[in-house]
């Protein structure tokens, strides 16, 4: 009985699987037919493929044009984005099991798939990271705003690789906090290749690594570098340059902000001085803590690891709002000390409730701050707001989420509730 049990869960699992993978390809088919081209996934996809094909340069004219001639049905016209790649060759190698689909559609089809099981992912490897048992009402409310909270439908529906750095992040924390540290400096350094996103704490990550004796981190992170770098000059050994250029092309055209561009906008006379001042704040503030860090355990290099990915935006250097989508990471460690320190069972119901207010009150201000007049307000409030107000609850939680346990009692507390 327990076999044909057991036999019938392995079936009906299988049909679950399968009726999630089919729905997500029907919505994707009809995403894209309403939506049939994009630039995130497709500069690097036809890039990749023109490289592969003819063995022409993916930076050069050759691959600008068949990428301006797919998006625009012609040659990209003064003051239009002229869709360069802009990225290195190194990460560009990504790209090449989807490059080998010689369709467009299906290639992006099977990459949407791919972010969209990556997002459902990130629910899981957040929750295991900080080891937070959920009821199944409360993981599910998670599980939702991970996956359809605006911090992940941007990038979803503009097919960002960002998707897949938050994996390399969640990935490379878990392996340095269970031990495996070659994987864990690997996919660190996979997670490097957006800088925009992840280079200050890949580079503070190895640092702590070397100071606390864990340099296999290190060694994995370099072997992993040396790989994708060697590999990429080995296939195409003039790519350094044409990436420079082609970085410079693109980049006005790519809607960064920074601290430096919105305070500029809003006091055109003392913007700057007010941003570099918050940037000297920030980048002092960090000093310090990664110093703090250098010789703690885990616990205390997550905590500062977190708060460095919510203070990113305000360090000045260029991003952009699908960038957010790595605050998941802070977010669910704040949520996770206040469940721990409240104790009882109503703490479910106020995790619940704010979880949906963050998860609603996201998509309103998304959906209603878009049309306004004052589009300084609007980056003000969608570039600011969550980080300051992760980086207040870091600090909130500070003393709690960087020691262990107090007592035995404590821990027993826990695992009851």
């Not at 037919?33 to 592969?52: A, N, Q």
């Not at 299906?106 to 990271?129: N, P």
């Not at 296939?235 to 693109?250: D, I, K, M, N």
Request: net charge positive; aromatic share 16%; glycine share 6%.
């Amino acid at each position: 009985m327990t076999n044909r049990l057991k036999v019938l869960s392995t079936i009906f699992s299988a049909i679950i699987i399968f009726a999630i993978l089919t729905g997500l390809v029907l919505f994707n088919i009809f995403f894209i037919r309403t939506h049939p081209v994009e630039k995130k996934f497709l500069t690097p996809w036809l890039g990749m493929r023109t490289f592969l094909e003819i063995g022409n340069d993916p930076y050069g004219e050759p691959a600008t044009q068949r990428t301006q001639l797919l998006f625009y049905g012609k040659l990209a016209e003064s003051g239009q984005d002229p869709l360069i790649l802009s990225q290195t060759f190194a990460s560009e190698i990504l790209y090449f099991p989807l490059a080998l689909i010689s369709d467009y559609t299906t290639a992006r089809v099977v990459w949407m798939v791919l972010l969209e099981l990556l997002l459902i992912g990130s629910a899981y490897l957040c929750l295991s990271l900080f080891e937070w048992k959920l009821p199944i009402a409360i993981k599910v409310t998670y599980t939702i705003l991970a996956v359809f909270g605006t911090q992940a439908i941007i990038p979803l529906l503009e097919n960002d690789q960002v998707i897949l750095v938050l994996i390399f992040l969640l990935v490379g924390l878990i392996g340095l906090q269970r031990g495996l540290d070659e994987l864990s400096g690997a996919v660190f350094a996979l997670a490097f290749f957006q800088p925009s996103v992840t280079g200050i704490l890949c580079l503070m990550t190895f640092w702590w690594a070397f100071h606390n004796h864990r340099k296999r981190v290190i060694w994995g992170g370099m072997m992993a570098w040396g790989f994708l770098i060697l590999t990429s000059f080995g296939l195409f050994p003039g790519w350094f340059l044409p990436f420079v250029h082609s970085l410079r092309s693109e980049f006005v055209f790519l809607n960064y902000q920074s601290t430096f561009s919105i305070f500029s906008e809003l006091w055109p006379a003392i913007g700057l001085k007010v941003a570099a001042a918050l940037t000297l704040g920030i980048i002092v503030s960090l000093i310090l803590e990664w110093r703090a860090a250098s010789n703690k355990d885990f616990r205390w290099f997550l905590w500062t690891a977190s708060l460095t990915l919510a203070a990113y935006p305000l360090i000045g250097i260029p991003t952009i709002v699908v960038n957010n989508i790595v605050l998941l990471i802070p977010l669910t460690y704040i949520l996770k000390v206040i469940a721990e320190r409240m104790g009882g069972r109503n703490r479910w119901l106020f995790i619940g409730v704010v979880i949906g207010l963050i998860f609603f009150g996201g998509w309103a201000l998304t959906l209603g701050l878009q049309d306004v007049a004052d589009k300084v307000a609007y980056k003000m409030i969608t570039f600011f707001v969550p980080s300051l107000l992760l980086i207040a609850g870091l600090y909130w939680i500070r003393w709690w989420a960087t020691r262990p346990p107090r007592t035995w009692m404590d821990s027993i507390d826990r695992e009851l509730n």
